[in-house]
C-alpha cells in the first residue's frame, strides 16, 4: 500500500513563497512519475506540476516561472517551491502518484490527504 504525506501548506501574503513536501512510502517511489494537483473550492482538481523518473518536469501554465518541483530520491521526497504567490493559488494541494502498471492520471492515481495553500493579505 503506497501512503503519501504531504506538509507545508500554510497561510502566506501575495508574492510570497512555500515549499510543500510530500513523503511516500513503498518501494515505488524510484520508478514512479510524481506530481502535485489543487483543488479550489468549487472547482475541479487541475495537474499543477509533474516529475517523471528521469526528473524532467512539466507544469501547467498558470505555474511556469514561478513553481518548482523536484524530488530526492534518497528521501522518497517530492518538493513543490512556490514563489511569487497569488490570490488564485488558493486551493488545497494534493500529492500523487501513478498506481503499478497504470498511467499518471486523475482517475487512477494514489492520492495525499492534502495540504491547504492560503495566499491572502
Known amino acids: 500500500q503506497v501512503q503519501l504525506v504531504e506538509s507545508g501548506g500554510g497561510l502566506v501574503q501575495p508574492g510570497g513563497s512555500l515549499r510543500l513536501s510530500c513523503a511516500a512510502s513503498?518501494?515505488?517511489?524510484?520508478?514512479?512519475?510524481m506530481g502535485w494537483y489543487r483543488q479550489a473550492p468549487g472547482k475541479q482538481r487541475e495537474l499543477v506540476a509533474v516529475?517523471?523518473?528521469?526528473?524532467?518536469?512539466n507544469y501547467a501554465d498558470s505555474a511556469k516561472g514561478r513553481f518548482t518541483i523536484s524530488r530526492d530520491n534518497a528521501k522518497t521526497t517530492v518538493y513543490l517551491q512556490m514563489n511569487s504567490l497569488k490570490p488564485e493559488d488558493t486551493a488545497v494541494y494534493y500529492c500523487?502518484?501513478?498506481?503499478?502498471?497504470?498511467?499518471?492520471?486523475?482517475?487512477?492515481?494514489?492520492w495525499g490527504q492534502g495540504t491547504q495553500v492560503t495566499v491572502s493579505s
Open positions: 513503498g518501494s515505488i517511489f524510484h520508478s514512479n512519475t
Open positions: 500523487a502518484t501513478n498506481r503499478p502498471r497504470a498511467p499518471f492520471s486523475v482517475s487512477t492515481n494514489y
Open positions: 516529475i517523471f523518473t528521469s526528473g524532467s518536469a
